[in-house]
């Protein structure tokens, strides 16, 4: 996307709003006047007379702070306590709710805080239990929290391991709870628009999905006085590089963190973490994370999946190492995979190919779509761009599309147009419109979802089941850890359809299914 110029997004963007207004015009219209945004696109409703679902969040790290109580509404799920060992995220999570809309400073300090998970689970208001943890943890905290009558919904990736995965989905059933994943774009209008267009044809014969995430944190980091202002070499006069206590360079990466002072005396070690760093930075270690594909791999291959209709991937190689960083790290800074993916036909296949470096920016992060007929993308889960085929030429980007309305779906004519804005345009640019990234709207379902669906039998209620429920989620752990596999000893794995049952105790990573008590 970096390379399009400003003229050719533009244009992308209107191809794609023309060719969503031809057939959903009406539909889209009203949904953008609704105020209800998320339950019009998927398929739930207001809570009505019901009351919110009482819930209590455990870890509130930037997930838990900047997703899960960040872009929440309270009409579905009111947050009634919280749960967190380091002090240093207490502070944070109250700061949250005190700035939040729907919450305040009055409301932040009479949520309950509670000291251990056993509180959690022990406290009878709670009806949900939100699980923003470390990814070691995601499982036996979710089987605990079922287990003690909670419906859970849990951060990605689903678990640590394949067997674990298919212990939620068991004990879920065995508990009669709802469980549930934040796969975010099963819950994005964009994505949903994105799928719609797919699955319509407007892209004619689609063979390859290339999807990536591409960062430069090649940029080292500089030192930094108590006040936040830059420390400057007295010889050089330049600013001074920060190092690490074995004389590294220390570079920008998100992933990892310094130790706020609020935190060095936690006992880290009754919690089950080897050291503060495991414990602040758990996301380099692969006893505590699973690395890139777990992180963010695994959104963009959920997203591949749904747009070649929700398919499992056939076989998987690829190529990982930690080519950059030389801080002790032990989780994949840059990998380059390949999916096949069933086709259209009985011998075709479609390639998927994914990327994430931390030394490039070029490109950002989104999946391209190529098609015998065009050429879709979804840049930084934003914006929603098309392209038509002209001639022998790989990527028209110089002339509109024109859509002809074929039994109400899309279809890309071969002739160029230069037509001016369309409806969906008209609406506010539907396909581009700064939509909601899906946070809000997967908790919203998941509350409808607990409040609705029939305490009996959570499970026999399908009209009542979250979009990424236990069974989806699995499959994107499955498709994550399976290409860490694949990396680590450097062979194609083909998946087993066995796998993607939890009922069967089949996994690729040799974990094994151990009933807790």
Same mark, same amino acid.
């Given at each position: 996307m970096?390379?399009?110029?400003p003229e ?6 209107e191809n794609?709003?023309? =060719? ?5 015009r009406?539909?889209? =219209?009203?949904?953008?006047a609704?105020?209800a945004?998320?339950?019009f696109?998927?398929g739930y409703?207001?809570?009505?007379e019901k009351?919110?679902?009482k819930?209590?969040i455990?870890?509130?790290g930037?997930e ?6 960040r ?10 306590? $919280? &749960? ?5 995220q207490q502070k944070? &999570?109250?700061e949250e ?10 409301? =932040?300090?009479a949520l309950?805080q509670?000291?251990s ?8 208001? /709670?009806?949900?239990?939100v699980?923003?943890l ?9 089987i605990?929290?079922m287990?003690a009558?909670k ?6 990736l689903?678990a ?6 298919k212990?939620?989905c068991?004990?879920a059933?065995?508990t009669?709870?709802? @469980?549930a ?7 994005? =209008?964009?994505?949903d628009n994105a799928?719609f267009l @797919?699955?319509?044809?407007v892209l ?11 960062r430069?944190?090649?940029?080292p980091r500089?030192?930094?006085d108590k006040?936040?202002?830059? /420390?400057?070499?007295?010889a #050089?006069g ?8 074995k004389?590294?360079?220390v ?13 060095l005396? +936690?006992?880290?070690?009754s ?8 414990l602040?930075n ?5 006893? *505590?994370?699973?690395g ?11 997203a &591949?999946s ?5 398919q499992?991937?056939?076989?998987v190689t690829?190529?990982?190492? *930690?080519?950059f960083y030389k ?5 994949d800074?840059?990998v380059? *995979?390949?999916f096949?993916?069933p ?7 479609? /390639?998927?190919?994914y990327?994430?470096?931390? *030394? ?11 098609g015998s007929?065009?050429?879709?993308i ?5 914006e @929603? +761009? ?8 790989? @990527?028209s980007?110089?002339t509109s ?6 039994g109400k779906k899309?279809a ?6 230069l ?6 345009t008209a $609406? ?6 700064d939509?909601?990234?899906?946070y809000?709207?997967e ?24 979009r &990424?429920?236990g ?5 994107d752990a499955?498709?994550a850890l ?11 794995i ?8 939890y ?5 690729p990573?040799g974990? #094994? ?5």
């Amino acid at each position: 996307m970096t390379h399009l110029t400003p003229e050719e997004k533009a244009l992308g963007r209107e191809n794609a709003n023309r =060719a969503l207004g031809m057939s959903r015009r009406d539909w889209l =219209a009203a949904a953008a006047a609704t105020p209800a945004m998320g339950a019009f696109y998927f398929g739930y409703d207001k809570m009505g007379e019901k009351p919110p679902v009482k819930a209590a969040i455990i870890g509130t790290g930037d997930e838990g702070c900047q997703a899960m109580i960040r872009f929440h509404n309270r009409d579905y799920l009111n947050y009634i306590g $919280v &749960c967190d060992i380091r002090p240093s995220q207490q502070k944070r &999570c109250r700061e949250e709710f005190a700035k939040h809309k729907q919450y305040g400073e009055a409301d =932040a300090k009479a949520l309950k805080q509670y000291a251990s998970k056993e509180e959690v689970y022990k406290d009878p208001d /709670v009806e949900v239990v939100v699980i923003a943890l470390p990814l070691f943890l995601h499982a036996p905290v979710a089987i605990e929290a079922m287990k003690a009558g909670k419906h859970v919904f849990t951060e990605k990736l689903m678990a640590h391991s394949i067997a674990e995965c298919k212990e939620m989905c068991r004990v879920a059933r065995q508990t009669n709870r709802l @469980l549930a994943v934040g796969h975010q774009r099963h819950y994005s =209008a964009l994505y949903d628009n994105a799928n719609f267009l @797919l699955s319509s044809g407007v892209l004619g014969d689609v063979r390859h999905i290339r999807a990536n995430w591409h960062r430069n944190n090649a940029q080292p980091r500089v030192e930094t006085d108590k006040a936040g202002n830059v /420390v400057f070499d007295d010889a #050089t006069g330049l600013p001074k590089i920060l190092r690490d206590e074995k004389g590294n360079i220390v570079y920008r990466d998100s992933w990892h963190r310094p130790y706020p002072d609020a935190d060095l005396n +936690l006992d880290y070690a009754s919690y089950g973490y080897k050291s503060l760093d495991e414990l602040i930075n758990w996301r380099l270690y692969n006893r *505590t994370g699973a690395g890139i594909m777990a992180e963010l791999g695994s959104h963009q291959l959920d997203a &591949c999946s749904i747009f070649l209709g929700k398919q499992h991937p056939i076989a998987v190689t690829g190529v990982g190492g *930690t080519f950059f960083y030389k801080d002790g790290r032990e989780v994949d800074d840059h990998v380059f *995979t390949m999916f096949e993916f069933p086709g259209p036909d009985k011998d075709a296949k479609v /390639v998927v190919t994914y990327s994430s470096i931390n *030394t490039n920016s070029f490109d950002g992060y989104g999946e391209q779509v190529m098609g015998s007929k065009g050429t879709m993308i979804v840049y930084q889960e934003q914006e @929603l +761009l098309l392209f038509k085929e002209a001639g022998n030429a790989s @990527l028209s980007k110089s002339t509109s599309v024109t859509v002809e309305n074929a039994g109400k779906k899309p279809a890309l004519e071969t002739s160029p147009s230069l037509a001016g804005p369309s409806a969906a345009t008209a $609406v506010g640019g539907l396909a581009t419109a700064d939509p909601s990234r899906g946070y809000r709207e997967e908790l919203e379902h998941f509350a409808y979802c607990v409040r609705y669906g029939d305490a009996s039998d959570y499970h026999a209620d399908e009209k009542h089941q979250p979009r &990424c429920h236990g069974e989806v989620a699995m499959a994107d752990a499955i498709i994550a850890l399976t290409t860490n596999i694949a990396m680590r000893e450097q062979r194609r794995i083909v998946f087993e359809p066995k796998w993607f049952d939890y009922a069967d105790d089949a996994t690729p990573d040799g974990s #094994t299914v151990i009933a807790r008590g």
